[in-house]
């Protein structure tokens, strides 16, 4: 009877041994299962949680109203003496923490004074030239994580930022506007440089200070019309009082801007 017992138990066990992988089996390979499943619930959480977080902490919308300093280098800048200050409004879009959709204009103006013959104007001396810029853009804001960085830092809400621009240009001869027309043209340009906003009230309003360099295709900026005029008769104009060394080859240079501006944001 003992034997028989011990018979049973050694049958029950290896029928259970043989068991077990079919059922393994059958779990992993289970025509409804998924094996991501688990990935995919965590990812879906992950992000409803950030969805949540931006919609309680962060911006949606904020306006700039900026004034600040426009310069240029190269020849320009020998050229132009900045009337400052310049003005700035720009409209924001936040896509997320740290992407930002914005548009909006500039403005400034400048003079520039030809005292000679130049090759552009032989018979009269230009005198004072003014010179508006009219600048829409469009382009990205990106602020950087923080988070991990000092609390000084992350007060100061660092990003870069890049644009497309367009540069409306007008020049107005002040001196001759009886005998030369205004001027109007534009050129396309970028900008990119960074900026730094720090709260005054917090998801509201802001104090803001970015710094830009911009390339920008001139229209006039290859013009000969600025150089010294010379002629071979002794007693055509400008050959008897040449005292100006107001002249220039071109008018290349960039751009190099800084605006400080106080943000509205809801």
Sequence with gaps: MLNMKIILLLLLSFAAVA?????LIDDDFNVGGDIFSDFNEDLEASQVMEDERFYRYSRFFGVNI???ATTFTGNRGRAYTDDHPSFALTLMYFLNFQNVFIM??????HTMFIDGYV???????LGAVETNFLRP????RY????????????????????????????????DNADDIKDDSQGGLGTGFGFGLEFPIEIK??????EFMYHVVNFFDKNTTAYQEYVSDDPSAPGEADKK???????LNGDVITLFASYNISW
């Design 244 to 250: 100006s060394n107001n002249f220039y080859n071109d």
């Design 204 to 209: 509201k309003s802001y104090f803001n200070v």
């Design 66 to 68: 900026g004034i600040g």
């Design 19 to 23: 068991q077990s992988p079919n059922e």
């Design 143 to 174: 602020y950087i994580d923080t988070s991990d960085l000092g609390t000084a830092i992350t007060y100061s809400n660092p990003y870069f930022v890049g644009r497309i621009e367009y540069w409306y240009q007008t020049n107005i001869y002040v």
């Design 119 to 125: 090759n552009g104007f032989k018979d009269e001396q």
């Design 104 to 109: 909006g204009f500039e403005y400034s103006k």
């Design 137 to 140: 853009f469009f382009g990205f």
